[in-house]
T-cell receptor, first 114, second 114 residues
Framework: AQSVTQLGSHVSVSEGALVLLRCNYS??????LFWYVQYPNQGLQLLLK??????LVKGINGFEAEFKKSETSFHLTKPSAHMSDAAEYFC????????????FGTGTKLQVIP | NAGVTQTPKFRILKIGQSMTLQCTQD?????MYWYRQDPGMGLKLIYY???????DKGEVPNGYNVSRSTTEDFPLRLELAAPSQTSVYFC?????????????FGPGTRLTVT
């Protein structure tokens, strides 16, 4: 069984400030982890993925995430928020091997204040 | 390369009516999915398919049916629409192997049942 928990359904940051969106996972075996972004009235778009290679993963638009097994976390960060980062972000987990169910978190809406 | 396309973008149905949501992908992905997204609830998997001719139920299949006669197309059928089916529906596809969690989403269909 697998699950993800996203802390905070809404996060507000000032433009230029650090963005930190939290994701904790639960998995019986080593997982694959993903962050997706959803802009208003659009589908989800993959930001980055962890598939057991480097623990620090860089994605698009300056985002990165670090896989920490000891903390079962995969938090998403960006050093300096931009107005265009305002969107909803989803953490997701799946397992390796053939078809495995992908479980999405409930999402965190990021507001960027000018 | 269009990716995943969905039609229609919007639809209003009366209770008891039926309709088919269309989904097509041009990436030659074997895996395809239908999700529904309700506010604050993340994504719920309705049905998925691991290849042409093979489909299976997800978390919330009641009231829906699917078919997969080709690799490209994965239509979702709503029979006897109910207000509880008011939602935004997303189709997605993914490559096999480690890419299972790397899903490509369509732009969504916003359905209202009144």
């Amino acid at each position: 069984a697998q699950s993800v928990t996203q802390l905070g359904s809404h996060v507000s940051v000032s433009e230029g400030a650090l963005v930190l969106l939290r994701c904790n996972y639960s998995s019986s075996v080593p997982p694959y982890l993903f962050w997706y972004v959803q802009y208003p009235n659009q589908g989800l778009q993959l930001l980055l993925k962890y598939t057991s290679a480097a623990t620090l993963v860089k994605g698009i638009n300056g985002f990165e995430a670090e896989f920490k097994k000891s903390e079962t976390s995969f938090h998403l960060t960006k050093p300096s928020a931009h107005m265009s980062d305002a969107a909803e972000y989803f953490c997701a987990v799946s397992l390796a091997g053939g078809y495995q169910k992908v479980t999405f978190g409930t999402g965190t809406k990021l507001q960027v204040i000018p | 390369n269009a990716g995943v396309t969905q039609t229609p973008k919007f639809r209003i149905l009366k209770i008891g009516q039926s309709m088919t949501l269309q989904c097509t992908q041009d990436m030659n992905h074997n895996y395809m999915y239908w999700y529904r997204q309700d506010p604050g609830m993340g994504l719920k998997l309705i049905y998925y398919s691991v290849g042409a001719g093979i489909t299976d139920k997800g978390e919330v299949p009641n009231g829906y049916n699917v078919s997969r006669s080709t690799t490209e197309d994965f239509p979702l059928r709503l029979e006897l629409a109910a207000p509880s089916q008011t939602s935004v529906y997303f189709c997605a596809s993914s490559p096999e192997g480690t890419g299972v969690g790397e899903q490509y989403f369509g732009p969504g269909t916003r359905l209202t049942v009144t």
